[in-house]
């Protein structure tokens, strides 16, 4: 993330928030993606008649919805090469005190009152689409669009980008089984791009794989606070 984007968390923030994700078992009985059919690929149902098939295709794996992933920060993927942060939290919009999300969340990760905090200088989108393009050696190259933070797609929307925000953190998380890579998420945001009728096609896509999990199903983590 650029530095004069990101308001950094403070060090005993960082210290305080652990993710606990080893007690999370990884979903086994994904079917390979060719017994799944091209068809189903986000290339095939891009090119296909999309209210045809997109709900003929299972909904693989546990991913998780942009209300999820909104509401639970601290189950946010880590431990990868990127830089992926939802920022600092705060108590109310626009409010001068930092917030131990820690401290305000539930056994399961989930805030106690999601609409009582507000988060600032977290990892916009057009940055993660780019890293991703460029750390995993894709050949494309992000135009840009997106430059609000990712928490503030997730609560906010519009529909496309916040799919797209929940997208890549299920496909980014260690302990989510995602059918798509985020490279064939951010590849796919970047053959796209420009054109509304299929960007509106690949949010329905990622819409139909981001509600694959009971949302009651949180992730394990845990945090301490010593």
């Known amino acids: 993330m650029d530095t004069d984007e990101k308001q950094p968390m403070s060090d005993t923030t960082r210290r305080r928030l652990l993710i606990g994700l080893a007690g999370t078992p990884i979903l086994a009985s994904?079917?390979?993606?060719?017994?799944?059919?091209?068809?189903?690929?986000?290339?095939?149902?891009?090119?296909?008649?999309?209210?045809?098939?997109?709900?003929?295709?299972?909904?693989?794996g546990d991913g998780r919805t942009s209300q999820y992933m909104a509401t639970h920060p601290v189950c946010w993927p880590v431990g990868n090469s990127l830089t992926l942060d939802f920022g600092t939290m705060y108590n109310g919009n626009g409010g001068a005190k930092e917030i131990e999300p820690c401290e305000v969340s539930d056994l399961n990760g989930k805030l106690d009152n999601p609409n009582k905090y507000s988060f600032a200088g977290g990892t916009t989108l057009d940055s993660l689409i780019s890293q991703i393009l460029v750390n995993f050696g894709s050949t494309l190259?992000?135009?840009?669009?997106?430059?609000?933070?990712?928490?503030?797609?997730?609560?906010?929307?519009?529909?496309?980008?916040?799919?797209?925000?929940?997208?890549?953190?299920?496909?980014?998380?260690?302990?989510?089984?995602?059918?798509?890579?985020?490279?064939?998420?951010?590849?796919?945001?970047?053959?796209v791009a420009g054109d509304m009728s299929r960007e509106m096609r690949?949010?329905?896509?990622?819409?139909?794989?981001?509600?694959?999990?009971?949302?009651?199903?949180?992730?394990?983590?845990?945090?301490?606070?010593?």
């Not at 799919?163 to 590849?187: C, D, K, R, T, W």
């Open 202 to 226: 690949l949010e329905d896509i990622l819409a139909h794989f981001n509600a694959s999990s009971v949302e009651s199903t949180a992730l394990v983590q845990s945090c301490s606070l010593s």
């Open 30 to 60: 994904l079917p390979s993606r060719s017994a799944w059919g091209q068809e189903c690929s986000i290339s095939g149902m891009l090119s296909g008649n999309l209210s045809n098939h997109v709900h003929d295709c299972p909904a693989l």
């Open 141 to 191: 190259v992000w135009a840009g669009g997106f430059g609000m933070q990712i928490m503030d797609y997730l609560h906010d929307g519009p529909g496309y980008p916040q799919q797209a925000g929940a997208a890549f953190l299920n496909a980014l998380h260690p302990n989510i089984s995602y059918p798509y890579s985020a490279l064939e998420v951010a590849e796919a945001m970047a053959t």
